[in-house]
C-alpha cells in the first residue's frame, strides 16, 4: 500500500509539472487524477485513523509509563526516609546511652577523690587534667550548651555538639518530610487522574531531591554516630585505664607517705626518748659535780682531811671525769639537735603537697633519708 501511495503521489507530481510547462492535459490525466484522489480518500479512512490510534496508544503507554515510575521513585523515597528514620533513632539511642555513661564516668571520678581526700597537688592536678577536664569535654561534645558553665562561650573549632548536631538534624528532616508529603498528595491526585508528561517529569525530579536531601541528612547522622562513637571510647578511656591507674598510683604514693609519718613519728619519739635519758645523765653529773665541790677543800674548809694530798687528788680526778662526761653529753645534745633540724628539713617537702607537687620518686629518697636517720639514732641510743 505504501509503495502504491508513492507512486501514485509521483504521478500526481510529475502531471502537476506537465500542467506547470504548459502541456496539454487529456483524459488520461483527469483519469489518473480520479485514481488518485480516491486513493488518498482511502488513506483518509484507514491509514491515518490507524496511525492516530498507534499515536494514542504510544502516548497512553509513555503516560503510564511515567507513572509507574512516578510511583516507584516515590516508594524508593518512603523507604530512604524509613531508613533514615530508623538510623536517625540509632544516633538518638547513642546519645541517651552516652549520658547514662557519663553519668556512671563522674560517679567513678567523685568515688576516686572521695578516697583520694589528701591534699596533693599531683594528684589534684591529675584529676583535673586527665579525669575532670576530660569528662567536661565529653559532656560539652555531647550535650553541647547545656554543658557549658555560665558566660562561656563553646570553642568554634571544635566539632558541633551531638545534641546541635541533632537539632540541625530534625530540622531538616521534617523540612525534607513535608516536601515528601506535599509531593506523595500530588502523586496520589496523579494516580486518580493523570497529569501531562510535563508534570509528572516535575514530580519525579522533585522526589530525585527528595532522596538527595535523604541521603543528606543520612550522611549527617552517620557523621554524628562516628563522633559519638569516638566519645564512647574517651569515656571509656577514663573509666579504664585511667581512673584505676590513678587509683594504683596514688594507693601507691599514699603508702609511702605513711611509711615515712611512721618513720618520722618513730624517729621523733626516738629523739625525744634520747633527749630525755640525756637530760637525766646530765642532771646527774651536775649533781655529782655539786657534790665533789662541796667535798673539796675549796668548797668545804671544816673538812678535817683538807691538806690530805690522796683524798684532793680524787676530787680533782672525779671532778674532771665529770666535767668530761658533761661534755660528751652535751656533745651528744648537740649532735641530737642536727639530728632533730635535719630530720624536720626531710620530712618538710611532706607539708608541702598541697603548695607543689610532691612526686613519688622524691617520695622515695624522703623514705631512704628517714631510714638511715633511724639507723643512726639506733646506733646513738645503743
Sequence with gaps: ???QTLEESTKIDVDMKAKNKGLTITPEHLHQLRQNLKSL?????????????????????????LKNKLNEDNKKSQNQISLMKRNYEDLQREIDNLNNKLVKV?????????????????????????????????????????????GEDRDKTKPASLQARKKEII??????????????KQIKENNKQPKSE???????????????ECKAIDDKVNEGKVFAEQIDER????????????????????????????????????????????NEQLSKVESALEKLADAGPINNPTIGDRDNKEFVKNVQQLTEQG??????????????????????????????????EVKTPEIQKILDKLKLIQSELKKTED
Design 198 to 212: 510535563k508534570d509528572m517529569n516535575d514530580l519525579i525530579v522533585k522526589n530525585k531531591d527528595i532522596q538527595k
Design 235 to 278: 569515656l571509656s578511656t577514663i573509666l579504664d585505664p585511667v581512673i584505676p591507674e590513678l587509683d594504683a598510683k596514688y594507693e601507691q604514693k599514699n603508702g609511702l607517705i605513711d611509711e615515712c609519718d611512721d618513720l618520722f613519728d618513730i624517729c621523733e619519739d626516738k629523739l625525744k626518748s634520747i633527749d630525755a635519758n640525756l
Design 323 to 356: 666535767e668530761k662526761l658533761r661534755t660528751e653529753l652535751e656533745g651528744i645534745q648537740g649532735i641530737m639537735q642536727e639530728c632533730k633540724d635535719r630530720l624536720m628539713d626531710v620530712i618538710q617537702p611532706l607539708n608541702e603537697l598541697g603548695d607543689r
Design 41 to 65: 480518500e482511502k488513506q483518509l479512512g484507514t491509514d491515518i485513523p490507524r496511525i492516530k490510534k498507534n499515536i494514542d496508544q504510544l502516548e497512553a503507554f509513555a503516560i503510564k509509563a
Design 106 to 150: 563522674k560517679g567513678e571520678s567523685a568515688s576516686l577523690q572521695k578516697r583520694l581526700d589528701n591534699e596533693d597537688k599531683e594528684k589534684e592536678n591529675d584529676l583535673k587534667n586527665k579525669v575532670e577536664d576530660k569528662i567536661t569535654e565529653c559532656d560539652r561534645d555531647i550535650n553541647g550548651h547545656k554543658a557549658e558553665q555560665p
Design 1 to 3: 500500500m505504501k509503495d
Design 171 to 184: 530540622a531538616a528532616i521534617n523540612k525534607m518530610v513535608n516536601q515528601f508529603n506535599e509531593n506523595n
